[in-house]
């Protein structure tokens, strides 16, 4: 199939939720993915964060499709080894107690806000069910998660809303404050706004939030769908700052490919989910946790983590060079760069030079794969240069 018959068929048959840049892909490699045609593309996007570990490791594709090989799905109504593998893994890399397998973020999210809401439940009875959020926030496209997002654009067209939510601005201590009530059972934020723009929060900033929760009982969920699994160069964001979180969502990188959602809870929390109060057919398929014990093993690794965090101030430095570009947030390989000239014009023009990047709001995006090489990374920024200069 050529790529006109591809992106024919897109458009009759695929509902238009989201804007496409004009490229196919079929295969993959490592940090390049390939059209039907040939045409070859360096990606640092990685899938939104996705690929772990690039286009078809060969020790996790090993990993998937031994365990593809064995057994495919299983209910949970029974006991998988895959499963309670990879859960150990995570409670023992993050001190949490229990964890929860959905198969996406907003899903990871949606199983926090019923623990929250649940835990101040049992404790305090009804009532005391709101949640404070962040402005500029992203927690997923379900009701309730487009509802705990801070953006006013995403609160359109399919009321009525989940209520319980407030926003308070990010890095901001009294205005956080002000939102806290006496009905407010959690606060849940991410380290660094991914969707939001690359906005990292001030370690400051989140010890007194981490402070405030414990002392009103208030839980505190750190949203690490997209800066988990390695990406900031910490097993998970809210480590490079010290604090505790009592509840971690992870999802994107984390299955290095497939669908996986993984709410988190800490000992206090442990029994707060009882028998029949959550559950998803798909969460803790086989496949999708060998793929996720995979990228578990290969990441959690102090050696790895300092070269992905090596490998992001390499990056920021030369990004800096560039002609047009103003800033870089950049936290381990998250990446966000402030650009004259609109980032979507520029990230258009990359891909069509073979770069595939991204956008955040009005910055330009690079998520690459944590095993990104230095000379990777050389090639795609010539590719950035070369379009910067033309087009600023
Ligand atoms: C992507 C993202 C989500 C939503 O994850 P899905 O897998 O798309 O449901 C939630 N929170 C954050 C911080 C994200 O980046």
């Known amino acids: 199939m050529d790529n006109a018959k591809i992106k024919q068929m897109d458009k009759e048959n695929i509902m238009h939720t989201y804007g496409r840049y004009d490229v196919c892909l079929t295969k993959g490699k490592g940090v390049y993915a390939y059209d039907e045609e040939g045409k070859e593309y360096i990606d640092v996007s990685s899938g ?23 057994i495919q799905h299983i209910s949970n109504y029974y006991y998988s080894p895959v499963a309670s593998m990879l859960a150990e893994k995570l409670t023992k890399a993050t001190g949490m107690s229990k964890v929860f397998f959905g198969n996406s973020g907003a899903e990871a999210n949606e199983c926090a806000i019923k623990v929250a809401r649940k835990y101040s439940f049992d404790k305090y009875g009804k009532g005391r069910d709101r949640i404070v959020t962040l402005e500029n926030s992203f927690h997923g496209r379900t009701i309730a998660t487009l509802s705990a997002t801070g953006q006013e654009v995403f609160h359109n067209y399919f009321f009525p809303f989940t209520e319980g939510f407030d926003y308070a601005a990010a890095n901001d201590i009294e205005g956080l404050k002000s939102k806290i009530t006496e009905k407010t059972c959690g606060v849940m934020l991410e380290v660094v706004q991914g969707e939001g723009g690359v906005n990292i929060l001030d370690t400051d900033y989140l010890k007194q939030v981490e402070k405030i929760c414990k002392e009103k009982d208030i839980l505190l969920i750190i949203d690490e769908v997209q800066t988990g699994a390695g990406r900031t160069g910490k097993l998970y964001g809210y480590m490079h700052s010290g604090i505790s979180p009592h509840i971690i969502t992870s999802a994107k990188g984390l299955g290095g490919g497939l669908p996986i959602g993984v709410c988190m809870v800490c000992d206090s929390l442990k029994d707060v989910m009882g028998p029949s109060t959550h559950g998803t057919t798909f969460g803790s398929n086989p496949v999708v946790c060998a793929g996720a014990n995979y990228i578990m093993d290969t990441i959690n690794d102090e050696k790895f983590l300092d070269e992905v965090n090596k490998k992001g101030e390499y990056i920021k430095e030369n990004v800096l060079k560039i002609k047009g570009v103003k800033s870089v947030r950049q936290m381990g390989l998250m990446i966000g760069i402030e650009v004259e000239g609109v980032a979507g014009d520029i990230a258009k023009k990359c891909t069509e030079n073979g770069l595939l990047i991204i956008t955040a709001k009005t910055l330009l995006r690079m998520l690459p794969p944590l095993n990104i090489t230095y000379e990777e990374v050389d090639k795609a920024l010539s590719i950035l240069k070369k379009v910067m200069e033309e087009l600023v």
């Open 48 to 70: 939104i964060g996705v690929n772990s570990l690039g286009y078809c490791d060969p020790g996790w594709t090993k990993a998937v499709s031994n365990q593809l090989n064995s």
